[in-house]
């Protein structure tokens, strides 16, 4: 069967795009439990605007650490290992991860903080 568009195709997403996908999923939960963590924990909040001088940039920079270390590991551990089935669960999967992170931040702060 022919792909029907230039956005189809018949093999799967390169390891790249899995490895970096997987490690955005998990990024956007660490940075959800990062905002509840620094909230409730006074010392972390002031270890973190030490280190910056701003608490968001140092959540940011962590954040950014988390994705890109993530990644690089996948990606020299997934063995070039992708598959067609990658391609349609792969945006699933980050989007249930933005899903959850977004519920973990709004039910800390309606119902937790």
């Known amino acids: 069967m022919e792909p029907t568009s230039q956005t189809e ?7 790249c795009t899995v490895s ?11 940075n959800a439990l990062l905002v509840v963590l620094k909230e409730k924990s006074p010392a972390t909040m002031a270890w973190m605007k030490k280190t910056s ?22 990606n020299r551990t997934n063995n070039g290992n992708s598959s067609k089935s990658d391609s349609k669960s792969l945006p699933s999967l980050i989007v249930s991860s933005v899903a959850i992170g977004a519920a973990i931040i709004l039910g800390f702060y309606l119902f937790i903080d």
């Open 53 to 74: 001088g701003h608490h968001w940039a140092t959540h940011t920079l962590l954040s950014l650490l988390v994705f890109i270390i993530l990644g690089l590991i996948l």
């Open 9 to 15: 195709s018949t093999e799967g997403l390169s390891k």
């Open 20 to 30: 970096f996908g997987i490690s955005l999923a998990v990024a956007c939960i660490f």
